[in-house]
């Protein structure tokens, strides 16, 4: 999957459907959300609701007066379409849309399983 530029709705994701009657219609391969925007990577923190999940975003942040790196994140809203399925600690990629919720407007398009190190 190459993404460039932002132009998210020239590739598509082919999922094979579980079951045709509960199509969400939130869902960005077959429901009616276009995908556009920032595209980010991130942890899954928290599965307490429905059909959303919390995602960690980590990054550094520069301070001028200290000339150092200060680690910050940030915890986004993501929608999670009946087609995927994750767990705590999976790491997923995130895609803006137009806001779906008061607080959701980025949408779950792949999720990674947590890679486990060997002890």
Known sequence: MVITGGMINKFKIKIPLR??????KKCPFYGKINLRGRILRGKVRKIKMKSTVIIRIDYLKFLKKYNRFVKRHKNIPAHL????????????????CRP????????????????????
Do not use: H, Q
């Open 81 to 96: 379409s009946n087609l995927l399925t994750c767990k705590v600690g999976d790491i997923v990629i995130i895609a803006e």
């Open 100 to 119: 779906i919720s008061k607080t959701v407007r980025f949408n779950v398009i792949k999720v990674f399983s947590k890679v486990i190190p060997d002890a």
């Open 19 to 24: 079951n045709k009657d509960k199509i969400d």
